[in-house]
Each structure stands twice: as structure tokens, then as C-alpha cells.
């Protein structure tokens, strides 16, 4: 379309060919072009004949490898429970008014299992040293005797190991109501006779 | 310089940087101004003129004479700003054509933009165009390229380019004429 043709079908168009884009450039930028497009090949070129090879897409994942890897460092390995840090101000006041409570001995503890055995290896001895008919029914007050009497010198701790095979399969849970034990051992023992 | 000469250079190690700077020299203006008219913005251009004189020199050695050397490397620098195009537009996950009225907005605060109003309504009137119609109409209308030289470098038959620029001219006129 020669320039007439467009007077005639696009006159504006026509009128404002003169004047061109309106677009410029920085002052001297075709003087240096041909330097940074040298620069750039010459850049591309030595990144090219290093003969080092990277795997595919490696450099598009890189960032996320490396975001991934600072985020596993960020976070310990050992989980606490959830709201563990907010409360373990108050669990640690608790633990130390538990420990400045004076420790009381509890009777149950301690004597439920010496009674166990004392029973027991009571019962084994009169088997043993049983200076009677095994044959004939043994009154107690015989027994009580006997006992007093000195026949007996071992305690009940070297009877509880003496027989700990068979002390370890008696169950005194359902045969010994430990209420009654212990108001027994409260009421009958003295204090100081449990630590002579 | 001879086209023949200057590509047997070109295509020659022992005399490619040379004639490469020699080619640059003859061409980096034009080319820098077609394809500054389809990205708009002088960084974008710049960029754009960089990669496809890369592009040339790393393939020059395809070259096979079909066409001449100025349309092969105007074919690369038309195929460079239009991916360029794209790839901005998909970078920010939008068409083609929104980006061309974004570039084209942006023109009112470029320092490197001179064109008083008319001129600046121009250029939001082409920015309405279809990409070939556009590209067809910055060759004829601003650049002055001859049909078969057009037809050449962006292999469509001259009837096609004629229809495209008649078209592209009568848009153009009516969009200024409304404003």
C-alpha cells in the first residue's frame, strides 16, 4: 500500500507515518551491543566446554531441595507432646512441692510382703522340722511353744531368700485382705520393733 | 559485505568471530528496532536482540542459503520476541493479549518512549491487533518493507500479507478516528 493509498483509505494513519514509533534508546546503546552479546557468548561458551554435566532439571529443583533441606534442620527430630512447653512450668512447680513433703513409710508396702513370707516359711518349717507324726493333727498353742521356745533362729528375710522360688508363686492378693493386715500390724507391732 | 562471503566466514572457525562482530554490526540496529516494535519496552528488546544473535551464531552453521541472510535472521528475531511474548504471559498466567495491552500501558511512564499523544494512542491501537497483523503492519507501516521481503521472512504469500495489512490499516484508522 503506497503512501497515496493509505491517504486515501487511512488518513490519520497517513498523516502520523512521518513521526515515526515515538520509541528511543538509551544514549550509545548500539555503540556496545556488540560487546555484551561477545560477553554473553563468550559466557554461554565456557559453560558449555567445562565437561561438567548436572542431572536433568537439576538446577529447576534446586531451590526446593535446598528449602526442603533447611526446613528438616529447623525441626528436631524429637517431637514433644502439644502444649508440652506451656505447661511444663507448672509440672515442674508440682514435682517440687511433691518433694518438699516429709516421706511417710507406708506399713503396706513394707509388710505385706515380709508378713507373705513369714507366713509362708512358717507353714514350710512346721513341714521340715515337724517334730511330730505328720500324721497327727498339731495343735497351735504347740507350735507357739515350739517358736518360743528358740527352735527357730532364722529371720524372715533369710526365709524370704532361702525360698524365693517359692515365695515368688504365692499370691496373697485374694487370700489376705490387706485392710485387715495392716490395722492388724498397726495395732499389734510396735513402731521400733520394725527397725531393731 | 557480501551475503556469500560474509556466511563462508561465518561458517569458517578460524574467521566466525570476525564476521560475527561484522554481522552484528550490519544488522543489530534493524533488528533491535523490529523487534523493539513487538516487545515494546527497551530492556525486553535488548534482551530479546542478545538471544537471537546467540542463536545466529550458534547456528549458523545450519545456514543453507535458501533464504537471504537478512530474512533468516529477521524469521529468528520475529520467532525470539514472540516467544518471549509468551513466556512473560505465562509467567504471570495470563493470554498474550492482556500482556500486550500491559506493555502497551506501560509506555505513558517509559523513559524511553518520546511519542506525544497520537502517537501513544497508535500504540494502544495496535496492541488491539492479532500478533501477525501487528507484526505485518510495524514492517510495512514503520519500517517501509517490501511485500516480497515481509513474505520472505515470515514465509506467507504477499497476497496474505496485502489482506493482513489492509486489514490491520482499517482497524487502526477507525480506532483512532473513535477516539
Request: glycine share 2%; no cysteine; aromatic share 10%.
Amino acid at each position: 500500500m503506497t503512501l497515496p493509498e493509505l491517504k486515501h483509505i487511512a488518513p490519520i494513519l497517513a498523516k502520523i507515518q512521518k513521526k515515526g514509533s515515538g520509541f528511543s534508546i538509551p544514549e550509545n546503546y548500539f555503540d556496545e551491543i556488540e560487546n555484551a552479546i561477545s560477553d554473553k557468548l563468550f559466557t554461554a561458551t565456557l559453560s558449555n566446554t567445562s565437561g561438567h554435566k548436572i542431572p536433568e532439571n537439576y538446577l529447576e529443583q534446586l531451590e526446593n531441595t535446598v528449602l526442603s533441606k533447611l526446613e528438616k534442620e529447623q525441626t528436631p527430630n524429637q517431637k514433644v507432646p502439644k502444649g508440652y512447653f506451656d505447661s511444663i512450668e507448672d509440672q515442674v512447680f508440682n514435682q517440687l512441692a511433691l518433694e518438699d513433703k516429709p516421706k511417710v513409710i507406708s506399713l503396706k508396702k513394707y509388710w505385706i510382703p515380709v508378713a507373705a513370707a513369714a507366713a509362708a516359711s512358717l507353714a514350710l518349717l512346721v513341714s521340715i522340722y515337724n517334730p511330730f507324726s505328720t500324721n497327727q493333727n498339731i495343735k497351735v498353742s504347740e507350735i507357739e511353744q515350739w517358736i518360743d521356745e528358740g527352735n527357730i533362729e532364722l529371720n524372715s528375710y533369710e526365709i524370704a531368700e532361702l525360698y524365693s522360688d517359692e515365695l515368688e508363686n504365692i499370691s496373697i492378693e485374694n487370700t489376705i485382705n490387706t485392710d485387715d493386715l495392716e490395722d492388724y500390724l498397726n495395732n499389734e507391732i510396735s513402731e521400733e520393733s520394725f527397725y531393731n | 559485505m557480501d551475503d556469500k562471503l560474509l556466511v563462508a566466514q561465518l561458517q569458517d572457525k578460524r574467521t566466525v568471530d570476525q564476521a560475527f562482530r561484522s554481522l552484528m554490526t550490519e544488522y543489530k540496529e534493524r533488528l533491535y528496532w523490529h523487534i523493539r516494535k513487538i516487545v515494546l519496552n527497551h530492556d525486553d528488546a535488548d534482551d530479546v536482540l542478545q538471544n537471537t544473535f546467540i542463536k545466529v551464531y550458534h547456528n549458523i552453521q545450519n545456514f543453507k542459503g535458501d533464504s537471504k541472510l537478512f530474512s533468516w535472521m529477521y524469521r529468528i528475531a520475529t520467532n525470539e520476541s514472540i516467544t518471549f511474548i509468551k513466556k512473560r504471559a505465562k509467567s504471570q498466567q495470563i493470554e498474550s493479549e492482556e500482556l500486550q495491552q500491559q506493555l502497551v500501558n506501560n509506555l505513558e511512564a517509559d523513559v524511553y518512549f518520546d511519542g506525544d499523544e497520537i502517537q501513544l494512542k497508535l500504540q494502544h491501537a495496535i496492541a488491539q491487533l492479532p500478533q501477525k497483523q501487528r507484526i505485518v503492519f510495524n514492517m510495512r507501516y514503520f519500517d517501509n518493507m517490501k511485500y516480497d521481503a515481509i513474505s520472505e521472512i515470515l514465509e506467507t504469500s504477499v497476497g496474505g500479507l496485502k489482506a493482513n495489512y489492509h486489514h490491520a490499516v482499517k482497524k487502526i484508522e477507525k480506532i483512532l478516528t473513535q477516539n
